[in-house]
């Protein structure tokens, strides 16, 4: 027993290094699909997501998100005080089922946390402000996310239903908290200035495509972490057919966007070929223990598929969505959940309906408290960035850096 103890705990270690490194991805992506006057900004905003996140999620999160609802709670809302001291036996196998240690869960769980506000630094960058940004981060991955997570990995009332709502890495409780924020968060803001011309979208590119494509494969192999982990031991049988599945959905997601991108704009554009990656990542992750390999490679096609639809689709809404957050985390968010019901160990009616109830459940707590948050800040101290300093570059205005100062022939 201490030696299986030992190893699901190194297991989990090893799952929270990996997701840990996908906030280099994220980081590399967003600067590899945004343009370089403005890659000081974006890389400050990771690194404080992370910083503020861990600290946050230490002083609150943790004990919001898994407050141990009382029998006969209602399940929304419960706190189990500040800080994080373990409780009598949280060092050995008694907790957790013998998965894990207290000390494990919290920084797994926390890694997670800071994730959510990272979806949004893509989706508003190049024209926010930084403080209001940073504003936004405290109390979204204080307080937001760990309340919503609760309804669900917290045993709330999403996990109190007779069909349990199922969302076994984070579909909707990671990627959708994520991406309902950025939906907000585009619209309040606004478009970056050239992105839309009498109507139709104009593309602005990334100033380091060859970073972005490093960035999609660092969060593939984060993700092995991400899912990997969710397994929340080391089961040999389990954690090696979430692998599969998460890999073979990622593989399905890209050659379908590539494909579907090439018959609709005719070229063969590689970021959707990355964006189609991702979104069967992210649509695989809700039930990605539940999935045959057939499974997932259905569900990551058709994510792969919708990235191409709905990137086109938020383009005609004229939001301007710099690095496909919104399709990516939010569209495929929504349909992997959906997924559970519809394929695998789980597939039925009641399911179905139970991920629906979960999918509008995290839109009603999300819209609102994202829109309440931007929509105060943009009243009172505004978001967006003066033209000039939006023209000039966040980089020189908002820091007084420059991402490459000895290399200026790419200045655009």
Same mark, same amino acid.
């Given at each position: 027993?201490?030696?299986?103890?030992?190893?699901?705990?190194?297991?989990?270690?090893?799952?929270?290094?990996?997701?840990?490194?996908?906030?280099?991805?994220?980081?590399?992506?967003?600067?590899?699909?945004?343009?370089?006057?403005?890659?000081?900004?974006?890389?400050?905003?990771?690194?404080?997501?992370?910083?503020?996140?861990?600290?946050?999620? +230490?002083?609150?999160?943790?004990?919001?998100?898994?407050?141990?609802?009382?029998?006969?709670?209602?399940?929304?809302?419960?706190?189990?005080?500040?800080?994080?001291?373990?409780?009598?036996?949280?060092?050995?196998?008694?907790?957790?089922?013998?998965?894990?240690?207290?000390?494990?869960?919290?920084?797994?769980?926390?890694?997670?946390?800071?994730?959510?506000?990272?979806?949004?630094?893509?989706?508003?960058?190049?024209?926010?402000?930084?403080?209001?940004?940073?504003?936004?981060?405290?109390?979204?991955?204080?307080?937001?996310?760990?309340?919503?997570?609760?309804?669900?990995?917290?045993?709330?009332?999403?996990?109190?239903?007779?069909?349990?709502? +199922?969302?076994?890495?984070?579909?909707?409780?990671?990627?959708?908290?994520?991406?309902?924020?950025?939906?907000?968060?585009?619209?309040?803001?606004?478009?970056?200035?050239?992105?839309?011309?009498?109507?139709?979208?104009?593309?602005?590119?990334?100033?380091?495509?060859?970073?972005?494509?490093?960035?999609?494969?660092?969060?593939?192999?984060?993700?092995?972490?991400?899912?990997?982990?969710?397994?929340?031991?080391?089961?040999?049988?389990?954690?090696?057919?979430?692998?599969?599945?998460?890999?073979?959905?990622?593989?399905?997601?890209?050659?379908?966007?590539?494909?579907?991108?090439?018959?609709?704009?005719?070229?063969?554009?590689?970021?959707?070929?990355?964006?189609?990656?991702?979104?069967?990542?992210?649509?695989?992750?809700?039930?990605?223990?539940?999935?045959?390999?057939?499974?997932?490679?259905?569900?990551?096609?058709?994510?792969?598929?919708?990235?191409?639809?709905?990137?086109?689709?938020?383009?005609?809404?004229?939001?301007?969505?710099?690095?496909?957050?919104?399709?990516?985390?939010?569209?495929?968010?929504?349909?992997?959940?959906?997924?559970?019901?519809?394929?695998?160990?789980?597939?039925?009616?009641?399911?179905?309906?139970?991920?629906?109830?979960?999918?509008?459940? +995290?839109?009603?707590?999300?819209?609102?408290?994202?829109?309440?948050?931007?929509?105060?800040?943009?009243?009172?101290?505004?978001?967006?960035?003066?033209?000039?300093?939006?023209?000039?570059?966040?980089?020189?205005?908002?820091?007084?850096?420059?991402? +490459?100062?000895?290399?200026?022939?790419?200045?655009?």
């Amino acid at each position: 027993m201490e030696g299986l103890f030992t190893a699901n705990n190194v297991w989990m270690m090893i799952c929270t290094a990996l997701v840990f490194f996908m906030h280099t991805g994220f980081a590399f992506l967003e600067i590899g699909l945004t343009r370089q006057k403005n890659t000081i900004n974006i890389l400050f905003k990771n690194i404080f997501i992370i910083t503020v996140g861990l600290l946050l999620y +230490y002083l609150l999160g943790f004990n919001l998100m898994y407050p141990g609802f009382e029998e006969g709670s209602a399940g929304f809302f419960e706190f189990a005080g500040f800080g994080i001291a373990p409780p009598e036996g949280g060092m050995t196998p008694e907790y957790a089922d013998g998965g894990y240690t207290w000390w494990t869960d919290f920084l797994f769980q926390g890694m997670f946390a800071a994730t959510a506000a990272t979806i949004v630094s893509g989706a508003v960058a190049e024209r926010i402000k930084i403080g209001p940004f940073m504003i936004f981060t405290i109390i979204y991955v204080g307080i937001i996310y760990p309340l919503a997570g609760s309804w669900k990995w917290g045993g709330g009332f999403l996990d109190m239903r007779e069909t349990p709502f +199922y969302d076994f890495a984070g579909s909707t409780l990671v990627h959708s908290v994520g991406g309902w924020a950025a939906l907000v968060a585009v619209w309040l803001l606004g478009s970056r200035i050239g992105k839309f011309k009498d109507g139709k979208p104009q593309a602005i590119p990334g100033h380091s495509i060859p970073m972005a494509t490093a960035g999609v494969l660092i969060l593939w192999l984060g993700w092995f972490g991400f899912n990997g982990g969710s397994v929340l031991s080391a089961d040999p049988e389990l954690t090696s057919l979430t692998l599969v599945t998460t890999c073979l959905a990622a593989a399905a997601g890209g050659v379908v966007a590539a494909f579907v991108s090439f018959l609709k704009f005719k070229n063969l554009d590689l970021t959707m070929f990355l964006n189609g990656i991702l979104g069967g990542l992210v649509g695989i992750t809700a039930g990605a223990d539940q999935m045959s390999p057939e499974d997932a490679i259905m569900i990551g096609a058709i994510a792969g598929a919708l990235i191409v639809f709905a990137v086109s689709f938020i383009d005609r809404l004229r939001l301007d969505d710099p690095v496909g957050a919104i399709a990516v985390h939010l569209v495929c968010g929504i349909w992997g959940t959906l997924a559970v019901g519809i394929f695998g160990a789980l597939a039925g009616t009641d399911q179905f309906i139970s991920q629906l109830v979960g999918v509008l459940s +995290y839109a009603a707590i999300c819209v609102p408290s994202a829109f309440i948050i931007f929509f105060v800040m943009k009243k009172t101290v505004g978001i967006r960035v003066p033209e000039k300093e939006e023209l000039e570059g966040l980089d020189a205005h908002e820091h007084g850096m420059d991402a +490459y100062p000895d290399f200026r022939l790419n200045e655009h």
